[in-house]
């Protein structure tokens, strides 16, 4: 059973949903026919240990659309809070009577299946030694390939221990925040190469999806699972690609929160020169 690793139920969550501050509607916007999320999902169910993928969105009623879609491809779905992701995330993991629980945000369509099981398997390999396996603390790949992998107890220990709204809200901060109650353990980029600053595979602005749908139209006929370094080969050879969202590299979430974070330093994050107006 390929969703097993020694009896261990592994359940991978993506948290979706129709309302995003920045770029409403993101995850249904088409890429190759389908929905942007759907081929996230895609690229996930291409990872060997990835286990049962489940896209858990919100029960808002504008995400009714997002659970319809996940009917018709197959996937499974949990429908739980709006703001309180940490919640939702447990309660999928419940649902789902998860043994580790990985976190893949769904704003990674060209997340590589690859660094997902090189994550997993790393965890897998030292799971007596971590207790919670990342490849963002710190940050090597391209923004956009985010994979966080736990055992349901200590998700379960955040769930009922995290009280700050960023705890909350980002899922799992409360864990690597707390490295003196939890053993966390990175993986690095191949090559010792740090590409977190200045490549930007994910999606937030308008610039993203047209940058991401560029890659799609360039690489995914050749092969719809395309990795990491197919990507950064066309980069060097398509400048124009690379330029895109060039400008938003290195924008993250962690801008916000910089008095909050303990574990994060300033370089890790970018303040933009001029936030666009939100889209409503």
Not at 97 to 116: F, Y
Request: glycine fraction near 4%.
């Amino acid at each position: 059973m390929h969703n097993t690793h020694h009896n261990l139920n592994i359940v991978t969550v993506v948290q979706t949903r129709m309302g995003s501050s920045r770029l409403p509607g993101k995850a249904l916007m088409p890429l190759m026919g389908k929905p942007l999320f759907v081929q996230q999902v895609q690229r996930m169910r291409a990872a060997a240990l990835a286990g049962k993928i489940v896209v858990a969105t919100t029960t808002d009623v504008t995400d009714d659309i997002i659970e319809i879609t996940c009917i018709s491809e197959d996937i499974p779905c949990y429908r739980g809070h709006a703001t309180d992701l940490l919640d939702r995330h447990y309660q999928a993991a419940l649902q789902y009577q998860a043994d580790v629980v990985i976190k893949i945000p769904s704003d990674c369509p060209l997340i590589d299946p690859a660094v997902i099981d090189r994550v997993i398997n790393y965890y897998l390999q030292h799971k007596q030694r971590y207790d919670y396996v990342s490849n963002l603390h710190p940050a090597t790949y391209p923004d956009g390939n985010d994979v966080e992998i736990m055992p349901f107890a200590v998700l379960e220990n955040a769930w009922k221990q995290a009280q700050r709204p960023l705890e909350r809200e980002h899922t799992t901060p409360y864990i690597w925040e707390h490295p003196e109650k939890f053993r966390i353990g990175n993986v690095v980029m191949e090559g010792e190469v740090d590409h977190s600053m200045n490549h930007r595979f994910t999606i937030d602005y308008a610039e993203d999806y047209q940058f991401i749908k560029a890659v799609y139209e360039a690489l995914y006929e050749g092969n719809p699972f395309f990795s990491v370094s197919d990507i950064l080969a066309l980069l060097e050879e398509r400048k124009d690609i690379f330029l895109i969202n060039q400008q938003w590299a290195g924008v993250n979430w962690y801008r916000h929160h910089l008095d909050e974070l303990k574990t994060i330093t300033p370089d890790q994050t970018k303040i933009p020169e001029a936030e666009p107006e939100t889209e409503v």
